[in-house]
Structure formats: structure tokens, C-alpha cells
């Protein structure tokens, strides 16, 4: 039965994958016929692996296929006829037909899976499959740089790129076993703007600034995805299993079948709590704490009656009610660090993203934090820096396409761009507000 079953449904991933083939290769088609633009753009959409996205290699930038035809069809449209496609298109085709036409053609990459792709020199395995990976190795191969990259380029001119790497990387939580286990990963990228995780195959954006470089390398190498891939992650696994067990060693009995609801949290230090999704301490008191508080009692009564499920507010508001009023709570002194706070993936913790570090969430913990040497050292640094980049968010929507003019759902900080809808930071850059746009734009179709 189990072995019928199984058959179905591989009958039934191979019929969706090949539905949603036919879905993109119809919708292009009749775009072809509506509008000659398009003729010329098929090659590069790619799908990768068994999702329901297509990737313009281009841009890497990618287009979910839904029942809305309609929606998807606009979207395609205006990805193709924006300025920052054309730009690129134009410099693939400017080069294509330059006049080192043959040497060139071994690097333009075949847009099929599995193919080597920009005259792979030293046999590496290339996976053109994977996006991330593509935008790294064959889009800077193949398509001119753009402006902002040679602007880039230059800030780093006469600084040893290895040596800075080096030594941002010691100022990593060192007792976190990930940041040694990830060190050897992390190299030098192709170009000075970008290091490189060879294990995720994962661009990391280097910056001038020590402490937005120790930032975007503690994002990257605390990433579930880059830890479930390093080699020692079945000790890091086994570790905190017994660090699990040893907590509830010291708990009463009755308390010890809650043993089933804790995993490995996203960040170190903190463990996750299924039942009320949310981090917490491994300190052993606030630990306890937790399992004996109101929330995490009255959850487990009701999943052990087994009566019904209890109503859960949406993570993502939930965690910015309680982001907003731990704001609310600072005092007036501290204010000038607030925009430096960061909230987590899931309530219990907020990031200080000046320190790469994690923080309680509570008003005491906080403000403790903004009142630490190293963090008054790294606020010192960033407001010298201040005067170095000026940023003017309406200039920047003002260099957008017509359709993403009014899609304005971010905020100026001292040498960035916030997103209020992910609280992600940006470069504070037309291209790279675009980008997140899109990939926001995406998370609806």
C-alpha cells in the first residue's frame, strides 16, 4: 500500500512540474505574439530545480508562476522592459557580438542545468541551477559591471582584501562553534565588492566599514541553510542536545515530557520553543521561566487535552508588536541607538546589527547593551563615517520604473536603507532598492 502510495506521488510531482513547464512556456508564447520585446528574452529564464519560480539569469531576479495568469504576464512584462534589464541585455549582446566573438561564446553560459559554463578552467562543478551561484560566477564574467560596481571597485583600491577579512572575521563571537567552523569557507570573492562562502556557494557584500562587513558575515554564517550544510553539524546537533538535556535535568519531573517541544534555535544561545514559537534563553533561570510561565502553561494544557488547537497571531505580526513596544520602552537617552536594533525571526531576541550580536528583549537588557564599551566604540566609528554617504531615499524612488514609484516601504538610516515590511538593511543604491522590491513584490503572486 505504502509502495503504491509513493508512486502517486511521484506521478503527481512529475504532472505538476510539467504543468507548470507548459504554464510559463503558454504564458511566453502569447506575450511573443502581444508584444516583440519578449522574442528575444526567452533564453534567459531559467527554472531552478523543482520550484515554481523562473529566474531571469540576467537580473537574478524571479517570477513566481500562480493561477494569475494575468499578474504574472505584467510582471514578466515589466521586468523585460525595465531600464536595468535593458541595460544588462544590451552589454550581453554588446559583448556577444564584440570582436572576440569566438573567445567569448566559451564563456557565455548555456542556460541549461548540469552545463559548465564561462570556460571553467580549473574543473570546479558549476550548477547553473543555482541562482545565487550564477550571479557570482557567470554574470560577472559575462555582462560589463555595472556603475555602481566600479564605484564600488574603487573604495578598495589599496586596501589588502584578505587582511580586512581577516581581521573583521576575529571580531566573531569566537565561542560560537560556527564562526571556526565557517572561517576556511569564507574567501576572497572575484571582485573586491564581494567575498564568497565556497560551501553555499553564496555571495557575502563586503564594505569598507569593519563593523557592516562583521555584520553581513555573522547574517551569512548563522544562517540555518550555511549551518546545516557545515561538516561538523552533527556534533554542533549532538551538543545541543545534551546542553537540552542537562536544562531539564535540573527541572522537576512534571516538567520534563516538554522536552519534545525545544529544537535548535536560529541564533546561538537561544533555543526554540515550538510550542509558543518563540527563542529562548539557555540560560538554566530564564529557561525555566519560560516552561513555568502563563503562555507556555495554559499552550500545553490545551495541546494536552487534545480538545482542538489554540489560536496563534501570525508570527510576523506578533513579533512586531513586540519589537514596537520594547522600542517604545527606551528611554530618550538611548534613542540615537534604537535605529541600530534589529528584530529577530522569532520573538525572544532582537539584533544589534552595529555588533553582530544578539540581545534580550527587554527594556534592561537593551539599554545594558547600548551602554557596553564595544558598542559605544562602534557607535563612535559609524558616526564618523556619517558624512561619507548621504542618502536620499526620494532620489533613489525617483530612479525607479513608474510601477514601483508608489511601492515606498522603507526608511532612511545613517549610511543605509531599511525595509519596514522585513527590516532588512540595503545599500543605499537604486539597483539594489529595486531588487528588494521585486523579491518583495514576488512573495504575492
Keep these: 500500500m505504502a509502495e503504491g502510495s509513493g508512486q502517486e506521488n511521484t506521478v503527481a510531482k512529475t504532472k505538476k512540474k510539467q504543468k507548470s513547464k507548459m504554464d510559463f512556456d503558454s504564458i511566453y ?19 531552478k530545480g523543482n520550484s515554481q519560480k523562473y529566474t531571469c539569469t540576467l537580473c537574478n531576479i524571479s517570477v513566481q508562476i500562480s493561477s494569475n495568469m494575468k499578474l504574472v504576464k505584467t510582471v514578466l512584462l515589466n521586468h523585460i522592459e525595465d531600464k536595468y534589464h535593458r541595460k544588462r541585455y544590451d552589454n550581453y ?81 569566537e565561542i560560537n562553534p560556527v564562526t571556526n567552523s565557517s572561517k576556511k569557507f569564507i574567501k576572497k570573492g572575484k571582485e573586491d565588492i564581494h567575498y564568497f562562502c565556497t560551501l553555499c556557494e553564496e555571495s557575502i557584500l563586503n564594505s569598507i566599514n569593519s563593523n557592516k562587513l562583521k555584520y553581513n558575515l555573522w547574517v551569512h554564517i548563522n544562517s540555518e541553510n550555511h549551518i546545516k550544510k557545515l561538516p561538523n553539524f552533527s556534533k554542533i ?52 521561566n519560560h516552561i513555568r510561565g502563563e503562555e507556555h502553561v495554559e499552550k500545553r494544557k490545551i495541546i494536552s487535552s487534545g480538545i482542538g488547537s489554540f489560536d496563534q497571531e501570525p508570527l510576523s505580526e506578533r513579533n512586531r508588536k513586540v519589537f514596537r513596544k520594547l522600542i517604545a520602552q527606551i528611554e530618550d537617552k538611548f534613542k540615537k541607538d534604537i535605529k541600530y536594533i534589529q528584530i529577530g525571526k522569532i520573538p525572544g531576541y532582537v539584533i544589534c546589527r552595529l555588533c553582530a550580536s544578539v540581545v534580550l528583549p527587554t527594556q534592561f537588557y537593551v539599554q545594558s547593551h547600548f551602554e557596553r564599551p564595544n558598542h559605544v566604540k562602534n557607535r563612535n566609528q559609524d558616526d564618523q563615517s556619517k558624512h561619507k554617504v548621504e542618502v536620499n531615499l526620494e532620489n533613489l524612488m525617483s530612479s525607479l520604473p513608474n ?22 538593511s540595503l545599500p543605499a543604491t537604486s539597483y539594489d532598492l529595486y531588487c528588494h522590491i521585486m523579491k518583495e513584490r514576488q512573495k504575492y503572486l
Design 29 to 47: 508564447e502569447q506575450l511573443q505574439e502581444e508584444n516583440s520585446v519578449f522574442i528575444d528574452n526567452k533564453e534567459f529564464w531559467t527554472r
Design 93 to 173: 549582446m554588446s559583448n556577444r557580438k564584440s570582436k572576440d566573438d569566438d573567445k567569448f561564446q566559451e564563456q557565455i553560459p548555456k542556460l541549461q542545468v548540469n552545463d559548465d559554463t564561462c570556460n571553467n578552467k580549473n574543473n570546479e562543478d558549476n550548477v547553473v541551477s543555482d541562482v545565487k551561484c550564477f550571479r557570482e560566477t557567470e554574470i560577472n564574467k559575462c555582462v560589463v559591471t555595472e556603475d555602481k560596481d566600479e564605484m564600488l571597485k574603487k573604495a578598495f583600491e589599496g586596501i589588502d582584501i584578505v587582511k580586512h577579512l581577516g581581521k573583521v572575521y576575529k571580531e566573531l563571537e
Design 403 to 424: 510601477d514601483l514609484k508608489d511601492y515606498n516601504i522603507f526608511e532612511e538610516n545613517s549610511s543605509c536603507i531599511t525595509c519596514r515590511r522585513c527590516n532588512e
Design 237 to 288: 546537533q549532538r551538543d545541543f542536545n545534551l546542553k537540552i538535556e542537562t536544562l531539564f535535568k535540573n527541572l522537576p519531573s512534571s516538567l520534563k515530557g516538554d522536552l519534545k517541544y525545544f529544537e535548535m534555535g536560529s541564533v546561538f544561545r537561544f533555543v526554540k520553543c515550538t510550542l509558543c514559537d518563540t527563542a529562548v534563553s539557555e540560560n538554566a533561570h530564564r529557561f525555566e
